[in-house]
Each structure stands twice: as C-alpha cells, then as structure tokens.
C-alpha cells in the first residue's frame, strides 16, 4: 500500500543538503510532496514524481514572537538549573539589540524568564505560544492544505525556524504523526526546540542521549532515532568536487603554496574574526619570505552573514589571502555553463579539499574539515584591540564543546598568536597528530557512514508507516 509524506523545508541550506543525501529519491511505495519557503535550482532537478508547494503566507504577530523568546530564555535559565553544565545563559536567545525598542523588549523578556524558568512555567509559556499561533491565518492556511491533502506523515526537516511550527501544529492537531529532523549539532543545548514532534531524528548516539538529557519526559528513548546527518553527504559525492585545475583557475589560487582556510562565523559570535585573519596572513607572510616550503590563505566568510572587517584585510594581504565566495560570480570566476553542480556545495567541498588545515573561532567548519581528514586549528587567544563586546573565553564555555570532553586533542587550540608561527614550521607534523582522536570526535558527533543518512531515514519511516 502506497503512502504519503510531506516534507517540510523552510530553509534554503537544509534543501540543499537533504538533496545532495538523496534525500528525495523515494522507496517505490512512498510518494513525496515537498511544502517549502526555499529558492534552488535544485527544486528544477527533483525527481518527476516529487510534487512541490510553496507554504502558505507567514503571518505571525508581535506577540506569538515575544512568547517565543521568552519560552526559549526561560527554558536556558531551566537546563541550568537541571543539568550539569550551568552555562546554558550563554546562548543568546536575542537577536542584535541596535535600537531601544529592542533593548526594552529583551531587557523585559531576560527579566520575566527568572519567574517561568520551571518545568510548570515553560508548559504554561508553550500552552500560550501554541494557542496564539494556532490563532494565525498561516495556521489556519496549513490546517486546511493538510486537511484537503491527509498525508499519512509529516516529516519536518527544522525544528527551530517559526516557519515550521504551525504546519507541525496543524498535523499534529489533525493526528498525523510528525518526524523532526534536529538541524544541527549544538541546538538542543540552545533551549529552541520550538516545536514538538511525534518522533526525532538525530545526528548521533550523543545527540540521543542529550535529547533524553533536556526532554525526559516528553522524548521516550524508542521515539528518537540515530540516522545521521545529511548535511556531510556531499562531501562523500565525487561530483561535488570541482576538479583542481577549473577550481584553483577560477579563484586565480597558486598550484605550488599549501592552501589553508580560515573560515569566519556569525558575525554575533564572529566580531573578532578579522582579526584572527590577519594574524595568520601575517605569520605566512613572514613565513613565506625565508622558508622554501610555501602558503596560501584562502578565505570562507560565512555566506549568510558577511563579516565586513575582513574587507580591509583582504586588501592589506592580498598577495596572501584570496577570497573564495561560495556562490559563483560569473564576472569574477567565469565556469563553462555546463557547470551543474550546486556552486554553494561544491566551493565548500573544493574548498576544504584542497586545503591542507582549517583555523577558526569555534566554528562548526572544523568538523567539516576534519571529516575530510583535514587538522583544525581553533584560535583561543584574546585580542589586545579586540571588539568590546567579544568575549573568546566565554565562546568556549558553550555547552555543545563539551563533546571535547572525551576528545580534548581532536581540535588543536591555539592559545597564544605566536603558536601560528611553530605550526607553519611543523605542520608536517601537526598533519599527523592525533588523527585516530580527530576521527574519533567526528564519529561522535556524526554517524557513519556518512552516505547512508537517506537509507537510515527511510528504514524508520517505514517502521513508523507500518
């Protein structure tokens, strides 16, 4: 008997990922239909039996957005109270405070949070948050689409934007049974679970067991299944990789210096970043004019949120930092049109692949590079001119980084500016190091194999379809 899943995308980055693991290439007893708020050229590429539609029109009001700021606030001051770690209140749950409007509403929200920091309260917060979005046209839009269309499950692919909340509601007021796929590594520490579903996907054993950790009650352990992410299965596919002679043409990167990658943050956790990037260009360039063995800087800005203080270190160390910008221009880098594949992917896998080492400041991309074999180097050291606002002592205390724990060397931590200097000496060495741990920690956050995600999935959908 033939059933029914919809699946629910509200994010570009997530499509993209979920399509390159196959994601959309169905059993034959299972139709899809995709309900999304995503632009790719992807959606052109689907499989002929996958059927699209767009989600209805968001309309979500000032208040549904205060409750669920001050459900996730409160729910920080709670897993402090409950869990081992007391550093959950260093996830900001605001976004930039630029103007007084803002400050007053999370200056109020950060006060009200101290009186529901219970389990009683955060119920009494969602029971509000729930009961105002069902109020909302977008709720009722997405009730009435399911109700016409009666899929026999719904499978969310992002349990924290607001986008998915009310068609998880809707199915889940319909009894349709819900499967959320948790995005990323470090989001049940951050308290924004928004939603609540019938059943879990997550990206491994530990991720398992911090689900059971935060939601003893509400998450039974056989209602949580270890599939993997597929937010790593490009790096497992050959035509992902941009040969080396189109990539390094199009960047105008030089063939006889080893590349390294500096890939920059948030810019609200990433303030300092270009600093950090100007260390490491100057140490290559001193490096560079008295050692026969060469390097080269290659630059990852985090595509969705550009950090502009790297402009005016891009121009200081041109001869040493080039710019690799994951969406190709064609101006700029010129590609024979009959390139095809995903360009945002594909700069991300060329990019590490061809890279000799990571550094960063406490990104995730160190797992990237690591899972491409690759050594990080996180830079924990504070900067004498640094941003006021920015804290690198306070970034490493977030709870997520406590998968070291059982992996200290997995990622090399750079204390001092001079460290820089000693790994271009010794970075045959370095490479080396600590490779069998490096592997270790990437399994412990990521199940392997890294291509068999899709198949993971679909085994507990069937299950649940049964």
């Given at each position: 008997m033939r059933k029914k899943i919809i699946s629910i995308f509200v994010g570009y980055q997530s499509f993209e990922n979920h399509y390159a693991s196959d994601f959309f290439e169905t059993p034959e007893n299972i139709d899809m239909l995709l309900w999304h708020n995503v632009k790719s050229s992807a959606l052109e590429k689907l499989p002929k039996d996958i059927q699209t539609q767009q989600l209805p029109a968001f309309d979500y009001k000032g208040k549904t957005d205060f409750l669920r700021y001050l459900k996730a606030k409160s729910t920080l001051r709670y897993n402090d109270k409950t869990q081992a770690s007391k550093k959950h209140l260093l996830y900001r749950v605001a976004p930039g405070k630029s103007n007084l409007k803002k400050k007053l509403k999370f200056g109020l929200i950060s006060l009200l949070s101290n009186f529901y920091a219970s389990k009683k309260g955060i119920q009494k917060l969602e029971n509000s948050f729930f009961k105002q979005t069902r109020k909302s046209s977008y709720y009722q839009a997405c009730l009435a689409y399911l109700k016409e269309n009666r899929p026999d499950l719904i499978y969310c692919s992002h349990q924290v934007s607001s986008l998915s909340l009310a068609p998880v509601l809707a199915a889940r007021d319909l009894g349709i049974t819900v499967v959320s796929f948790i995005h990323s590594w470090d989001n049940l520490p951050k308290g924004n679970k928004m939603l609540k579903a019938d059943h879990y996907f997550v990206w491994s054993d530990y991720m398992k067991t911090e689900m059971q950790d935060y939601y003893p009650e509400e998450v039974k352990q056989n209602n949580i299944t270890v599939t993997g992410t597929p937010q790593f299965a490009c790096y497992t596919k050959p035509e992902y990789l941009i040969p080396k002679e189109l990539f390094y043409k199009a960047y105008n990167l030089p063939t006889d210096k080893k590349i390294l990658c500096f890939s920059g943050n948030f810019t609200s956790i990433g303030m300092d970043d270009p600093l950090y990037l100007r260390d490491l260009a100057e140490v290559v360039k001193k490096h560079n004019q008295t050692n026969s063995e060469q390097y080269h800087v290659v630059l990852r800005?985090?595509?969705?949120?550009?950090?502009?203080?790297?402009?005016?270190?891009?121009?200081?160390?041109?001869?040493?930092?080039?710019?690799?910008?994951?969406?190709?221009?064609?101006?700029?880098?010129?590609?024979?049109?009959?390139?095809?594949?995903?360009?945002?992917?594909?700069?991300?896998?060329?990019?590490?692949?061809y890279s000799s080492a990571i550094f960063n400041i406490g990104s995730t991309m160190a797992l990237d590079a690591i899972l491409l074999g690759k050594p990080a180097f996180y830079c924990y050291y504070k900067q004498a001119n640094g941003h006021k606002d920015f804290d690198i002592d306070r970034l490493y205390q977030f709870v997520h980084f406590k998968t070291f724990n059982a992996h200290p060397k997995a990622v090399h931590m750079l204390r001092k500016s001079s460290e820089l200097t000693k790994i271009l000496h010794n970075f045959d060495t370095l490479e080396q190091q600590n490779h069998d741990e490096r592997a270790a920690w990437a399994k412990s956050i990521a199940k392997h194999p890294l291509n068999e995600v899709r198949d993971r999935m679909y085994h507990a959908f069937q299950n649940l379809l049964s």
């Open positions: 800005a985090n595509p969705a949120d550009y950090n502009q203080g790297f402009i005016p270190i891009l121009a200081k160390y041109k001869d040493v930092i080039t710019e690799v910008i994951p969406t190709w221009n064609q101006v700029e880098f010129p590609l024979p049109e009959n390139y095809t594949v995903n360009s945002n992917l594909g700069v991300l896998y060329s990019t590490l692949y």
